[in-house]
């Protein structure tokens, strides 16, 4: 079972470029989720989709753009890398409502 | 405004003894409550959750206790081995309408368990 994976696994960006992290499910999971997480931060929520056709902010959305691409694949767009996008980031998904969520292995990302 | 807390960035243990991880939340919006376990260069694994119509919820040697008039929680690990040295996360969550089961982390104790 691969459950969440996630595309790179590591990625070395100039300032300015842009790069698209890919994320896949295979669950059959409604609701996926996009997270970074940094040294003393924890994890972050940065856009989540709660079904298929709708994506939302979330605590640190700035920099970013989603696409739910279908009910599998939610991916996370850097339109112009900046140093301070330098971080781990993680993909999740789960089914509504209380349930957990299953995180992807994380996409070490360093922007120079 | 941290929402979730882990007051304790790390935590040592020795093998066999008990293993007790805290947290403390602010919101009072939150009704579930959960716990990650996270391994180096891994993604977080869900390990317990408990919802605030509870007070307490036990798997095998792991065991969660809610006491929401404190707004706190801690995950009790009997007895603790090395091989449960990992970032611990506490994750909190509340319905805020629609189908919105954002969960909010706290920043993670480090649990080391020594042989």
């Known amino acids: 079972n691969a459950g969440v994976t996630q595309t790179p696994k590591f990625q070395v960006l100039k300032t300015g470029q842009s790069m698209t992290l890919q994320c896949a499910q295979d669950m059959n999971h409604n609701s996926m989720y996009w997270y970074r997480q940094d040294p003393g931060m924890g994890l972050r929520l940065i856009y989540y989709?709660?079904?298929?056709?709708?994506?939302d902010k979330g605590e640190v959305p700035n920099g970013y753009n989603v696409s739910r691409l279908n009910k599998r694949e939610f991916s996370l767009r850097l339109e112009s890398a900046a140093p301070s996008q330098t971080s781990v980031y993680f993909c999740?998904?789960?089914?509504?409502?209380?349930?957990?969520?299953?995180f992807g292995d994380g996409t070490r990302l360093s922007i120079l | 405004d941290q929402q979730v807390k882990q007051n304790s960035p790390s935590l040592s243990v020795q093998e066999g003894r008990i293993s007790i991880l805290n947290c403390d939340y602010t919101?009072?919006?939150?009704?579930?409550f959960l716990w990650y376990k996270k391994y180096p260069a891994e993604g977080p694994t869900f390990l317990i959750s408990?919802?605030?119509?509870?007070d307490k919820n036990e798997d095998g040697r792991f065991t969660v206790f809610l006491n929401k008039s404190a707004k706190h929680l801690s995950l009790h690990i009997v007895p603790s081995q090395p091989g449960d040295s990992a970032v611990y996360f506490c994750a909190a969550t509340g319905n805020s309408g629609g189908s919105n089961y954002k969960l909010t982390f706290g920043k993670g104790t480090l649990l080391t368990v020594n042989p």
């Open positions: 919101n009072s919006m939150f009704d579930y």
């Open positions: 408990i919802s605030s119509i509870k």
């Open positions: 999740a998904s789960s089914e509504q409502g209380y349930q957990p969520q299953h």
């Open positions: 989709s709660a079904s298929e056709g709708t994506t």
